[in-house]
């Protein structure tokens, strides 16, 4: 059983940073890739990026390339999203999740929410 609990949501103008924390407890951190999606109101989830399980592979959604970074610390047990210039279509409750089976993101944190003003 894997636990995720995300932090680091907030409030910020646009063209402002965020950095969004996951951490993780429970199974093996380094063993599973992990992702970050994200949900607008009125919007299905969308994915936002991944990284592998040493963080040797990272993808993007068109839509935060160039602005986004995903990174991992597994000594820590923790993935991160670093958030720059920031825009108001970011508005949403970003999740972080667990590849626990190859394809499939069978564990999520309860998200947390970000909220780009212009």
């Known amino acids: 059983q894997v636990q995720l609990v995300e932090s680091g949501g907030g409030l910020v103008q646009a063209g402002g940073s965020l950095r969004l924390s996951c951490a993780a407890s429970?199974?093996?951190?380094?063993?599973?890739?992990m992702g970050w999606f994200r949900q607008a109101p009125g919007k299905e989830r969308e994915f936002v990026a991944l990284?592998?399980?040493?963080?040797?592979?990272?993808r993007y959604a068109d839509s935060v390339r160039g602005r986004f970074t995903i990174d991992r610390d597994n000594d820590k047990n923790i993935v991160y999203l670093q958030m720059t210039s920031l825009k108001p279509e970011d508005t949403a409750v970003y999740y972080c999740?667990?590849?626990?089976?190859?394809?499939?993101?069978?564990?999520w944190g309860q998200g947390t929410q970000v909220t780009v003003s212009s």
């Open positions: 990284i592998s399980r040493v963080g040797r592979i990272t």
């Open positions: 429970g199974g093996t951190f380094s063993g599973y890739g």
């Open positions: 999740a667990a590849e626990t089976t190859v394809g499939r993101y069978n564990y």
